[in-house]
Antibody
Framework: EVQLVESGGDLVQPGGSLRLSCAAS????????MTWVRQAPGKGLEWVAN????????YYVDAVKGRFTISRDDAKTSLFLEMTGLRAEDTAIYYC???????????????WGQGTLVTVSS | SYVLTQPPSVSVAPGQTARITCDGN??????VHWYQHKPGQAPVLIIY???ERPSGIPDRFSGSSSGDTATLSITRVEAGDEADYYC???????????FGGGTKLSVL
């Protein structure tokens, strides 16, 4: 079964740090671009960051650049998001997702996790 | 960079056809994908490459694209189709993804 399971979401104070994890199974993880997408309360989906299959490159939305770091461990088929300098506006459900440029769906996200909630508040 | 604009809400009676638009810029250099997102669940890919349907998605869902407008159509709408729908593109030059603001589909 294809599965992405996020963990690590928590309540954290402004300025704090948090590390999210996403455990993958049931598909060729090392072929996939992996992504974090978030949804703030009452808002729409927002792309956060991408990491290439070989981890050679990472990409970030401007709002998190310099504060968040996306990484992956292909041996453990896991994706991570290290978040520092957290702000109230980072409060959201964080989803991991992936796409395989060699597949029929190409750059569409054909795999999603259920999400993990991050709340930034004092 | 891309900016995708969707109507905030669309309402339709059961059995009718719902159409959700996604206005963008320069769609000729990319493809539009559509996702269905229900509360408490993971988003689901329902249309990719403007018009293609993943396996397991009912043929009541279809996509089209003309100029700088992509459209998701849902025929014979059912109560279970109530959800938020998002269009999305990949900016290959920057390797950034862009989502539309989302459209809440209500079944009257």
């Amino acid at each position: 079964e294809v599965q992405l399971v996020e963990s690590g979401g928590d309540l954290v104070q402004p300025g704090g740090s948090l590390r999210l994890s996403c455990a993958a199974s049931g598909f060729m993880f090392n072929f996939y671009w992996m992504t974090w997408v978030r949804q703030a309360p009452g808002k729409g989906l927002e792309w956060v960051a991408n990491v290439k299959p070989d981890a050679s490159d990472t990409y970030y939305v401007d709002a998190v650049k310099g504060r968040f770091t996306i990484s992956r461990d292909d041996a453990k088929t896991s994706l991570f998001l290290e978040m520092t300098g957290l702000r109230a506006e980072d409060t959201a459900i964080y989803y991991c997702a992936g796409f395989d440029l060699t597949s029929a769906t190409h750059d569409a996200f054909d795999i999603w996790g259920q999400g993990t909630l991050v709340t930034v508040s004092s | 960079s891309y900016v995708l604009t969707q109507p905030p809400s669309v309402s339709v009676a059961p059995g009718q056809t719902a159409r959700i638009t996604c206005d963008g810029n320069n769609f000729r250099s990319t493809s539009v994908h559509w996702y269905q997102h229900k509360p408490g669940q993971a988003p689901v890919l329902i249309i990719y490459y403007d018009t293609e349907r993943p396996s397991g998605i009912p043929d009541r869902f279809s996509g089209s694209s003309s100029g700088d407008t992509a459209t998701l159509s849902i025929t014979r709408v059912e109560a279970g189709d109530e959800a938020d729908y998002y269009c999305q593109v990949w900016d290959r030059d920057s390797a950034h993804q862009v989502f539309g603001g989302g459209t809440k589909l209500s079944v009257l």
